[in-house]
Structures are given as C-alpha cells and as structure tokens.
C-alpha cells in the first residue's frame, strides 16, 4: 500500500529578472516539475539530487508548508494542505540544520513538552524514549540543556523527538551533516535498525551518499525538478557503466603479452596495474594474473557510487 503517493505534482515560483537598465520582468520556475511517485509503508528511499534540484520543495509540499501548483499528492492517506493538522499527528521530521528542541531547557523536558503536544499517551511516551535512549545513548545528556550538546548529541535528541508519536513516515533532510565518524555511526546504525523494523517509511535526503548506501535500497534523483532515476544504486550503477576494479600489487613488470580474461587494463603505476572487470565474476582475471604474473597482492574495489551520481549529474 502507497503511504506517499505524487501524480504529476508540480510547484512553480515567480521571480524577477533584470530586462534592461531599470526594468524587470516576472518569469515562472518550475521547481518541480510533473513528479510522479509512489512510496509504499516501510520502505527505506533515499531521495537526492544537485543543489536547487527540488528536493527540499518536495519535501515542502508532503508536509504541508507548500501548497502544490497542479497535480495531486497524498500522504498518509491525508492531503497535506488542508489536512496539514491530522498529517502532522502522523509525520516525524528531522531537519540536519534546524531544531525542534527548547533550546535553554534539558533535553529530557523537551521530550515531556512534545508528549504534551502530540498527546501522546504516558506509557507510549515511555515506551518509544526508552528504546530511543537504549539504541541512542541518551542517557548521559538527558538533563544538559540542549544550547550545552554537541551537534551529535543535539541529532540524537532530534530524532528521538521525531519519533516520540510513533510517525508513520519519517522524513529526513541532512541528518547527518556536520557530525563526526563516530556520531554518524551511531545515527545511521539506529536508522537502519528503525528501518529493518518496518514500522515506519524513511524518506532521506542527503548530500552524504554514504548514508544512501547504508540505508537505503532504493534510491530516487532528480533533477531540474523531474524523476531522472527511480530504482536500486546497483541498477544505477549499472545504468551507467560503473564496473568493479581489480587492482594488482606486482613483484615486476605486468607481462605485456598477458591476457586477462573479462578485464580491461585501465593505468599501470610502477608495480601497480588496475583493471575494470566486465563482468560480476573476478575469477577469471585473478586465475589468468595470478598464472601469468608474480602477484604480491590484490584487492577488488566497489564501484563508488559519488562516481556515478557525479556522472549522472553531469549527463
């Protein structure tokens, strides 16, 4: 069952453009421009794109902030504009650069004011915080005012509010930016355990593709406010020709009469070659290298997904 739902869903902007010394003129910007797409409950969907794709304006108008130009869309089974009050009761979301915690009170009477204003029952209320401290490790910080948390600390907290009333979508813009190594792993392990539940839908978007590939197994892009990729990261990798690398260490020179089945040799650096596989089987290549040449070691790299998001961007 579709919890998200958009048929050509559409927001247009009027800006002012200079049209000479002293005139301007009023022209229309499609931000998102005819988007058709449908979210079913309990998936995981990272959502991406270049700066001013319309990611954020999406994300607008599922929550209700935006009222869409045409098109319909749903959340919920609510339409986010003149249900935005009930939709609110079934949303949780995390903004990486803006809070919905009191900043000059405790966290934990944070998490009490916010029981009070979804009416959130005490035992639900207590239910949903006391996972959130176990799996987030709250419990050090619960009674420092939030303007005294580190920014991993102050995301831990934000999501732990998000998901205070139980939401049935949850969505996620940026939330791991500005953290460090360890902070990111404690938020996306959480996430991805949140997500393997299924109880609850994740929409993520982020400049990170790190958490992408963590968490999400499908991936939408668009671009100048259209669906430009809507499918696994390995159907995008395959879209556009991203191939594993086999990279060799060497004892001496790669023969140059070798011939290294279901490869291509890409560069040789000093003892060093790398190869593009071409197909899912290194096999071969490795049985063919490690007969016709002194291999001190090898390593079968992933293709990297900013490569191919970069070569999608591009196109």
Same mark, same amino acid.
């Given at each position: ?18 049209? #000479?010394?002293?005139? !301007?003129?009023?022209?229309?910007? =499609? =931000?998102?421009? #005819? ?10 969907? #990272? ?24 098109? =319909? ?10 249900? $935005? ?9 995390? /903004?990486?650069? !803006? ?41 050090? /910080?619960?009674? &420092? ?11 831990? #907290? ?17 939330? &791991? ?27 993520? &978007? ?36 991203? $191939?594993? $690398?086999?990279?060799?260490?060497? @004892? ?15 560069? &040789? ?6 190869? @593009? ?19 001190? @070691? ?8 900013? @490569? ?8």
């Amino acid at each position: 069952m579709s919890v998200i739902s958009m048929r050509g869903l559409r927001k247009d902007f009027t800006v002012r453009v200079r049209a #000479g010394r002293f005139r !301007r003129t009023k022209r229309t910007v =499609a =931000a998102v421009d #005819g988007i058709d797409l449908s979210i079913d409950a309990g998936e995981m969907v #990272g959502y991406i794109g270049p700066n001013g794709a319309g990611k954020s304006t999406t994300l607008k108008m599922l929550t209700g902030v935006l009222t869409p130009s045409a098109g =319909a869309v749903s959340v919920c089974g609510l339409e986010p504009v003149p249900q $935005r009050t009930r939709l609110a009761l079934r949303l949780g979301v995390v /903004f990486g650069q !803006r809070s919905q915690l009191w900043w000059d009170l405790p966290l934990k009477e944070s998490f009490t004011l916010l029981r009070h204003i979804y009416r959130v029952p005490a035992e639900s209320h207590a239910a949903v915080l006391r996972r959130c401290r176990s799996l987030l490790d709250l419990d050090e /910080f619960l009674d &420092t005012p939030v303007r005294q948390l580190s920014l991993g600390q102050r995301m831990r #907290g934000e999501l732990t509010a998000a998901l205070l009333h139980s939401p049935s979508v949850l969505f996620l813009d940026e939330p &791991t930016i500005g953290l460090d190594v360890t902070s990111k792993q404690a938020v996306r392990s959480f996430l991805a355990e949140l997500g393997a539940s299924g109880d609850v839908t994740l929409v993520l &978007t982020t400049h990170d593709l790190a958490d992408i590939e963590r968490l999400c197994k499908r991936l939408v892009v668009i671009d100048h406010g259209r669906v430009v990729h809507d499918g696994t990261i390995e159907a995008l990798h395959a879209r556009y020709g991203s $191939r594993r $690398r086999l990279v060799v260490d060497l @004892d001496e020179p790669l023969p140059a009469s070798l011939t290294v089945p279901g490869a291509t040799l890409v560069s &040789t650096e000093g003892s060093r070659a790398s190869f @593009d596989l071409l197909s899912d089987s290194a096999g071969a290549a490795v049985t063919a290298l490690m007969a016709g040449a002194r291999v001190r @070691d090898l390593a079968l790299v992933e293709p990297d997904i900013e @490569d191919v998001v970069a070569r999608l961007y591009a196109s």
